[in-house]
């Protein structure tokens, strides 16, 4: 099979592989995630990685986005999934007549963005979405839900954060108040950035864009009200007063009452009027998760309320809120500032050596171990007994048990400790009770 | 949002997407796949899907196969990966120098075939894979522990297989020492072939070949040497005598005496010298799973030693074994053959309906459930009471509770069994008893 020139074995720039130490680490992460999602009734959805052209364009009216891998095979034009979302409109568009509503589901998967390279901004990464989707109405217990789930999610992940909450139309309905509501797009869009460019460019940006010195002041201390939803109800309420305004307002505070009958920690979650989330589809409730020790952190996810899930592909009305934990991301930030849980260098709990011709009679005793739940592996291969002493020490296996003649014959093993270097004479039984402390 | 023509929501041709209920078991067949492979000391991996084309195509030298699915993005061509091995391949070749050998690593994903889409064949499908590595040699302890992990897998599944095991070697041996040898790779073509085209069809292709009357019958009652080691040891020795047929045997045997090692229960694996697998990387021992119950079926998954795995890549030479379980088209088989466990119509096991403007109480009542580890339900769209509790019954959920005035002045709650019609007033900790039996 040797070749005379060899191929250099690099993978695609921008996709992300982790060592098997930290996937193990990750896949740990998933896990938790998955049975939070699920012990939350939702059911799990496995869409395909690659979609016709013609759903996933539906959003730009069929315009070719240059960020996404298409590509035609035969007379069919497809696309690889950019998001869970779309894919989930096309699943609960055709089967609307068989699901049953409020439909929950649970999807984490890989998605793709064909853009450059560059550093921390991956073309293949995992979105773990939570999606809840009523049939023409659905009820604000489903909004409340979704906060719920980033702090049952990150509890579980073991990891303190604060998700701030908002409702887009407070803005909406205090831009109309005001007298503004031609320009309230780029309102939106300019106060979005605040975090980004500070209040006095901001500022200047409302006064370039026409606003009044005095209506700019409001949006900007609009924006910036926090705090538990006691805090700043007074606030709010004297902010503006239209149908609109009210309308948000009340169902704000329908979300705090389900969160709080959810036995949500109020310490960790806010409203935050400053939360507006770009996506023009969020028709309601926004909320977006921050890392309580790391505020300066970007959103680890965000999510929020959208009145109509599959205009495109059905005249059925399906309104929907959901959530979603961008964990590629996630774990790359957390990996580079040191937050992720232990790393072992093994999965290896016991390290099983035959000295001399007694592989098979370790291979035995390997399958005891592992039968009882212990990760015991036999150094099979050819190495020198040192090299496989320094193996289980520079692999920081914990336990070693070496197997010669006398072990054998006795039945009796001779179990290392390595980390106190501790020497224990003990049958496999004994072995066993002492590798499940 | 609304379009004035609306887009038909459909998948592509050929590719796969269960209903939520359907994968909820598929998704508990991963997991108890997973769990094995960890248990074995495996460790995850899991590299992108899409690979540059250079790499995919190493083994063809380079010629695009047509079915797979592949593109370019600016200079770079790129391809979705076919199966697990090439990108192993190039991971271990990448990073020898990193890993600790053996490296024992599983991967379950999904890999893709841009075939015509046809009945039973899926152009995005699950492989479960686990290959351990070695770094120039590698014990036949390894061979046995890819049959013992068929075993365990299909345990932990609850199914019984037989894994029928062969060395490679054995029919190349038989061949030299026939003088066919020129024609051996032909002969194994055919040969591989006898349960597909019966016996006299066999032996007519060999005669068609050249080869004599005699040794035709010859290959063709080698081929259908079947049986416990011992049952064919004997019928074995007297085939054929020579290096390569006398080396694999011995192999045989090796694999034999760690698989008794290993306890695996003789039931579950045969010897089978018409185990052949098509490809030609297979070097040494191969091995495919059967379900017991129902012989007929396609092979549910196959392996086997390879002499180097990364040829292509790198100049160490990385001697490995390998299995792989085709789980989506095992579920899509077992599925047609109603083999598949029990399918739930919704994973809810309590369904609460407020009786009234209570939804806060049940949402609070349904959050001390979940928290206790019982997938709890607030039935809170706007239906009637009588379409909420037909709804229960529809969905098969197991345990309902209507919360009304007197529930929630008295703290006493009815829980009623839908299997039984049973109905009890308890108080919310009665009712989790209750529910947890």
């Not at 503006?240 to 920690?265: D, I, Q, R």
């Not at 035959?354 to 592989?359: E, F, K, R």
């Not at 020497?423 to 402390?437: D, F, P, S």
Request: proline share 3%.
């Amino acid at each position: 099979m040797n070749q005379t020139k060899l191929i250099a074995p690099r993978k695609l720039a921008g996709f992300w592989e982790l060592p098997p130490e930290k996937q193990i680490i990750f896949e740990q992460m998933q896990e938790k995630i998955k049975k939070v999602f699920e012990q939350n009734c939702f059911v799990p959805l496995d869409t395909p990685v690659l979609e016709l052209a013609e759903i996933l364009l539906a959003k730009s009216g069929g315009e070719m986005d240059k960020e996404l891998f298409a590509f035609s095979k035969g007379p069919t034009s497809m696309c690889m999934r950019y998001d869970l979302t779309v894919p989930l409109a096309r699943f609960v568009a055709s089967n609307a007549n068989t699901l049953e509503f409020p439909f929950k589901r649970y999807q984490i998967g890989k998605n793709y963005r064909g853009e450059r390279p560059q550093k921390g901004r991956f073309r293949e990464f995992y979105q773990c979405d939570a999606d809840i989707i009523g049939s023409e109405t659905l009820s604000l217990v489903a909004d409340a839900e979704c906060v719920k789930l980033y702090l049952d999610c990150f509890s579980e992940l073991g990891y303190e954060v604060m998700v701030k909450i908002s409702n887009r139309n407070l803005l909406f309905g205090l831009i109309e108040s005001l007298n503004d509501q031609e320009k309230a797009n780029d309102i939106i869009i300019l106060l979005d950035k605040l975090d980004k460019i500070g209040k006095d460019a901001l500022k200047q940006s409302l006064i370039d864009l026409g606003i009044s010195d005095e209506n700019s002041d409001k949006y900007i201390s609009a924006v910036a009200v926090s705090g538990t939803f006691n805090e700043i109800k007074e606030k709010l309420s004297l902010l503006a007063n239209n149908e609109t305004y009210t309308k948000a307002l009340n169902e704000l505070e329908e979300v705090e009452n389900y969160l709080t009958a959810f036995g949500c920690n109020k310490d960790n979650y806010e409203y935050n009027i400053g939360i507006i989330r770009g996506h023009n589809y969020y028709t309601g409730t926004v909320f977006e998760v921050f890392l309580k020790d790391h505020p300066e952190f970007p959103a680890l996810g965000g999510g929020g309320r959208y009145e109509n899930l599959a205009g495109y592909f059905t005249e059925r009305k399906l309104p929907g809120v959901g959530m979603s934990i961008g964990l590629s991301r996630l774990f790359d930030l957390f990996d580079q500032h040191g937050l992720l849980p232990e790393i072992k260098k093994s999965n290896i709990e016991l390290f099983i050596i035959p000295l001399g011709d007694y592989t098979s009679h370790c291979v035995s005793l390997c399958s005891y171990f592992r039968e009882n739940g212990i990760k015991a592996e036999v150094a099979y291969d050819n190495k020198s007994f040192k090299s496989k002493m320094k193996e289980a020490d520079r692999r920081q296996i914990p336990f070693v048990m070496v197997v010669g003649e006398n072990e054998v014959n006795s039945g009796v093993y001779a179990l290392k400790n390595m980390t106190t270097g501790e020497q224990n004479t003990l049958t496999k039984e004994e072995c066993l009770n002492e590798l499940k402390q």
